[in-house]
């Protein structure tokens, strides 16, 4: 199993450009996860998904957009890209919130920079 | 608001040293507790999981921690560090859909 991929692994984009990155899991998780990671700060969740079809909110969610159109891909959307939107993004999944299966499984991230 | 906090942000320590970082979580109720590892250039990975039960729990490499649901805190331990021990460590709360992180602590060893 490959497990969570990301693709790109790198991206440069000029200010107010669009990109869509996408989180792939081949463990049929349910559920999914888009944070972004910077430092001193951590990872914050920016939306979140419990199924197919289904998104949510996170903690900082203002400029981005997702999409769970199949279970195994999780799409994250920068419609007009800013310079406070570099970070590193990862991605992750879990099967559930029941005990035992909730440990989240994560991507190796992609580096975004935005000139 | 409902947070995860770990105070330390940065500890060096000697080799064999013991260690334990802080991590505190304002939310009430039920949740889940975890400290993730993120090793230098690598993506994170769980160390040790608190679901119910036993309150001192371990995890993988030697890490060990403590839920006290008093103090609302989950702290990390280690008896005796290593070198291959630098990296950063996450703590994170689950509570219902949501996993919530902290800030880090970056771990570093001095050989």
């Known amino acids: 199993n490959a497990g969570v991929t990301q693709t790109p692994k790198f991206r440069v984009l000029k200010t107010g450009q669009s990109m869509t990155l996408l989180c792939a899991q081949d463990m049929n998780h349910e559920y999914m996860y888009w944070y972004r990671q910077d430092p001193g700060m951590g990872l914050r969740l920016i939306h979140y998904?419990?199924?197919?079809?289904?998104?949510a909110k996170g903690e900082v969610p203002d400029g981005y957009n997702v999409s769970r159109l199949k279970k195994q891909n999780f799409l994250l959307g920068l419609e007009s890209a800013a310079p406070s939107q570099t970070s590193v993004y990862f991605c992750?999944?879990?099967?559930?919130?029941?005990?035992?299966?909730?440990?989240?499984?994560f991507g190796p991230g992609t580096r975004l920079t935005v000139l | 608001a409902q947070s995860v906090s770990q105070h330390n942000h940065h500890v060096i320590l000697s080799e064999a040293a013991s260690l334990e970082l802080g991590c505190n979580y304002s939310y009430g109720g039920t949740v889940n507790l975890f400290w993730y590892v993120q090793y230098p250039g690598q993506h994170l990975q769980l160390l040790l999981k608190y679901f119910s039960g036993d309150p001192l729990v371990k995890g993988i490499k030697g890490f060990e921690a403590e839920f006290i649901k008093s103090k609302f805190s989950f702290n990390l331990r280690k008896p005796s560090v290593q070198w291959s021990d630098t990296a950063e460590y996450f703590c994170a709360v689950r509570r219902a859909s949501k996993i919530i992180f902290g800030s880090g602590t970056r771990l570093s060893i001095r050989p």
């Open positions: 992750a999944s879990s099967y559930g919130t029941g005990q035992g299966y909730n440990e989240q499984f």
């Open positions: 998904s419990v199924g197919e079809g289904t998104t």
